[in-house]
């Protein structure tokens, strides 16, 4: 009886062909899913816009917190009007002390105001600020001193400066204020305003008046949509 002799190859190749059927049998993964480069960027906005947000929040509570505390507001800084009042009267009120040399610099500005059919002129010092808030003080005692009816219900908003015009943007209680005036006495009062200006605020030569950030409507006692100046002096 003869024997068939095996090829000793034959086992390992017959291995190896196994092995390949296997893997060809095997489920190929999924491909991976990339996230779209728009979403990324939008997700890495979203991230830095709320550090901003918090941060800038985080910082206003802790200045807040520090300045209530007045860790951080320095003497004779003045946020408001409260703040103005409080240093004039401690001014008032603080004996002579050459030696000190310690003063708030104030400035001494002449105001033109109605009284009686004419205009006026006084003398008054205030705390030297910023030229905007100067002029807020400047006009808010013009219409004090002027006892103007329903002045309180005036507010000068915003003062705006460009070269020699200045923006002054009122509420709308300035329209109902002039016209309860009449045209004689809200010529008077806006030639104290323009001429307070003018003297004290170079260089400033006009003015032009807004109502509620707007331009003035038409049909005034006077004309508040043009600018206004006073004559040259000769």
Known sequence: MSMVRRNPYQDEY????ERKQRRSRRVPPEPRRRTPLLLKCFSWMGVILLCFVLGYLGTN?????LNKKLLLKP??????????????????NRPASPAS????????????????????????????????????DALDTVF????????????????????????????????STLSSLG????????????????????????V?????????????????TVPWKMPSRS
């Open 144 to 175: 004090s001193l002027s006892g103007i009816p329903g002045a309180d219900q005036v507010r000068l908003l915003h003062v705006f400066r460009n070269a020699e015009t200045a923006f002054l943007d009122f509420s709308s209680g300035f329209v």
């Open 61 to 65: 509570i802790l200045t807040d917190t």
């Open 14 to 17: 017959e291995a190896l062909v």
């Open 183 to 206: 045209q004689r006495k809200s010529l008077l009062l806006l030639t104290s305003i323009v001429r307070t200006m003018q003297d004290n605020f170079s260089p400033i030569t006009q």
């Open 75 to 92: 003497e004779n800084r003045v946020e408001n009007q409260e703040d103005l009042r409080a240093m004039e009267e401690a001014e008032r």
């Open 208 to 224: 032009r008046f807004l109502i509620d950030s707007k331009t003035p409507p038409s049909g005034s006692v006077v004309d508040l």
């Open 101 to 136: 040399g310690e003063s708030i610099q104030q400035i001494a500005l002449s105001l033109y105001h109605v009284k009686g059919d004419t205009v006026v002129e006084e003398k008054r010092k205030f705390v030297a600020r910023t030229k905007e808030d100067n002029i807020k």
